[in-house]
T-cell receptor, first 117, second 117 residues
Framework: AQTVTQSQPEMSVQEAETVTLSCTYDTSENNYYLFWYKQPPSRQMILVIRQEAYKQQNATENRFSVNFQKAAKSFSLKISDSQLGDTAMYFCAFMKHGSGNTGKLIFGQGTTLQVKP | EAQVTQNPRYLITVTGKKLTVTCSQNMNHEYMSWYRQDPGLGLRQIYYSMNVEVTDKGDVPEGYKVSRKEKRNFPLILESPSPNQTSLYFC????????????????FGEGSRLTVL
């Protein structure tokens, strides 16, 4: 069974600075997706970034980038130039890809990020 | 605007009173699923549907029913709600890949906060 672990329950960062959220996962699958979702106080789940395991290049979306280390089963999220609107809970998630994919997302426990002015 | 719409957003009910949480998506997605989010337990999959008339259990299906008569709708039914079903519920959808199962990103609704007294 797959598991996703986020070891940082809470983090804080000053506005305009950079912060990195950690995520590790465990799987015997070779083909999968990894995601970071953001859940602001409005509670909506918003996709921040996604990574296909077969791609060696790290995904980037504007101020958000990941460090994907497949061998180490590590998938960290870096937020550059942090903004007050980045304050939210962030979830790392895993989904199996390919045949037999039921679409189930396995979520970590979440990291609450506070951006301070 | 592409979206997943859930109703109601908030509901307080009593034990045993049947209720339905509706979910509708306008993206012509084949795949839809339901999750519940509880403190300390993260998000867990309740049921999923690969396409019309095709549904299957997720990790926590007890006490819930679903149906998929139309592509755009995937209602979650609580026949006899109990207090342990007090939770935040999310509906999500995705297009399918050729091999079956979601092509990756799940699009989430805004969530439905359910309280069972």
């Amino acid at each position: 069974a797959q598991t996703v672990t986020q070891s940082q329950p809470e983090m804080s960062v000053q506005e305009a600075e950079t912060v990195t959220l950690s995520c590790t996962y465990d799987t015997s699958e070779n083909n999968y997706y990894l995601f970071w979702y953001k859940q602001p106080p409005s509670r909506q789940m918003i996709l921040v970034i996604r990574q296909e395991a077969y791609k060696q290049q790290n995904a980037t979306e504007n101020r958000f980038s990941v460090n994907f280390q497949k061998a180490a089963k590590s998938f960290s999220l870096k937020i550059s130039d942090s903004q007050l609107g980045d304050t939210a809970m962030y979830f790392c998630a895993f989904m199996k890809h390919g045949s037999g994919n039921t679409g189930k997302l396995i979520f970590g426990q979440g990291t609450t990020l506070q951006v301070k002015p | 605007e592409a979206q997943v719409t859930q109703n109601p957003r908030y509901l307080i009910t009593v034990t045993g009173k049947k209720l339905t949480v509706t979910c509708s998506q306008n993206m012509n997605h084949e795949y839809m699923s339901w999750y519940r989010q509880d403190p300390g337990l993260g998000l867990r999959q309740i049921y999923y549907s690969m396409n019309v008339e095709v549904t299957d259990k997720g990790d926590v299906p007890e006490g819930y029913k679903v149906s998929r008569k139309e592509k755009r709708n995937f209602p979650l039914i609580l026949e006899s709600p109990s207090p342990n079903q007090t939770s935040l519920y999310f509906c999500a959808s995705s297009s399918n890949q050729r091999a079956g199962g979601p092509a990756g990103e799940l699009f989430f609704g805004e969530g439905s906060r359910l309280t069972v007294l």
